[in-house]
């Protein structure tokens, strides 16, 4: 899939960070694929390859509609806007080590299905499927659990989560010090 999107008419959008209570905001389902949502995914794939980061949920950036975009290659030659994904079937097991650009600086281990298939609509609105394995199938069911309100700090036991909350905390205080 091709993006055709005039990067002139792009945004870059605001991240939320842990522990913003938004993003624990359940998305809603898309009613309509339309120019609007078309322009949001482009901004989302403009603000995910700033960040820069593989995946990125509509939820991260105080949009609450089940939307999200990934793109696992090196070169952001395989972007994927998925809207209104579920997946249909899970199959093996993954543990990975996951960070989030809502929890920006953090990586932890993860266990995950190591392949998926997913149906979707796409840009055009169209119900799709693919399968997915490895980093991609991670990316996108991380993604997926951020519609659902869910963190990948979630996994981690309570005191590794208030560790991680109190540092990006406290960074935050010293960086609006700073500034």
Do not use: W
């Amino acid at each position: 899939m091709v993006l055709r999107v005039a990067p002139e008419i792009m945004a870059k959008l605001k991240i939320l960070e842990f522990p913003d209570p938004r993003l624990r905001k359940k998305a809603v389902p898309v009613e309509s694929v339309n120019d609007e949502l078309r322009t949001l995914i482009g901004d989302m794939f403009e603000t995910m390859y700033d960040a820069p980061g593989i995946g990125l949920a509509a939820t991260q950036v105080d949009v609450h509609k089940r939307l999200l975009v990934a793109d696992v290659s090196p070169d952001k030659s395989e972007p994927h806007a998925l809207i209104n994904p579920v997946i249909v079937e899970k199959d093996g097991v993954t543990v990975t080590d996951e960070g989030c650009l809502s929890v920006p600086g953090y990586y932890e281990e993860v266990e995950r299905a190591e392949q998926i298939r997913v149906r979707f609509l796409d840009r055009d609105g169209e119900e799709r499927e693919m399968e997915a394995t490895g980093l991609l199938a991670v990316c996108i069911q991380h993604e997926m659990d951020h519609l659902e309100g869910k963190l990948f700090v979630d996994y981690l036991s309570e005191a590794k989560r208030q560790r991680i909350r109190k540092k990006l905390e406290k960074e935050r205080r010293h960086t609006a010090v700073v500034m």
